[in-house]
């Protein structure tokens, strides 16, 4: 039911990815299709600023899966939301529902980090019924804030809005330059940000700048509360395991544990590693992610 989007035909590969579009009723998303066209559908969703690039290190380890690395949008090489428009959290997991009726998958098991691994849970908790498994890599749900801090909150988006025209953003002298900002800004290996680099920069009349959509980087108009997120918490019934790096971002947090009573069918693993693991060290998250994609649900 509902619109039916359309996406370039996927012919048999081995392990190298095609570059696929994805149109829906909004926007034409950019991704990266890996694997057997024939296994078990797989949506890959990546990390804020980051983009389909994050799973190049997974993907080709995974076996017998159809997965698709979306970048979502003002991300990679999917288009940027209309002059005007907002980079809201619910607005993905609108528009992740929303690919997944344009590739033609009736349910789909979703593999997340970090911030795409939040909206996956906000999309299994709204739409059950298309989501078999949770397989997420550092992220479980998104941020939150207080009541009383709304207002503050909606007053500095605005003002983030109304001074981004004027903002001088950043360009590098290359790529090698540019990569290594990467590495800084997100505490990830050389090699990791080179490989995000790769596709989320371009050249432009002052040497490399990023692709991504400047309005990103708006402080959101409105936070849910964690009430509400334990909510969406706990309409989760898809079997789902959490990755976590011992030296990331969830292990200090104290509202994890009681994000972890809510779903149902939750078992979490640590590994070494920090909050792009997946991509310094793909290995042992693949050696976890495999087996749980491939176990039957009782």
Known sequence: AGYKGS??????????????????????????????????????????????????????????IDLVALDLAGHGLTGHRPPGARYHYLDHVADVVEVIDALGWENVSLLG???????????????????????????????????????????????????????????????QEASEARRRAGDLSLE???????????????????????????????????????????NIQAPTLLVEGLYGYLVSRDFMAARYQRVAHLRVERLPGRHHLHLDDPKPVVDLIQPFLAETPN
């Open 7 to 64: 996406v370039n035909p996927l012919p048999d590969r081995a392990s190298m990815p095609e570059e696929i579009r994805i149109q829906t009723p909004h926007l034409r998303f950019a991704a990266r299709r890996w694997g057997d066209s024939a296994g078990s559908n797989v949506l890959a969703l990546h990390g804020w600023l980051d983009n389909a690039a994050s799973f190049d290190g997974l993907a080709p380890l995974l076996r017998g």
């Open 113 to 175: 980090h970090s911030l795409g691994a939040g909206i996956a849970c906000l999309v299994a908790a709204v739409a059950p019924e298309r989501v078999r498994k949770l397989a997420l890599i550092e992220g479980f749900g998104p941020l939150t804030a207080e009541p009383e801090q709304a207002p503050e909150q909606l007053r500095e988006s605005i003002r983030q809005t109304a001074r981004l025209p004027k903002k001088r953003l950043p360009h590098y002298r290359d790529f």
């Open 192 to 234: 990791a940000a080179r490989i995000l680099a790769s596709r989320g920069t371009q050249a432009d009349g002052e040497g490399i700048a990023w692709r991504s959509d400047p309005r990103l980087t708006v402080r959101s108009p409105a936070y849910l509360t964690e009430e509400q997120v334990l909510a969406f918490l706990s």
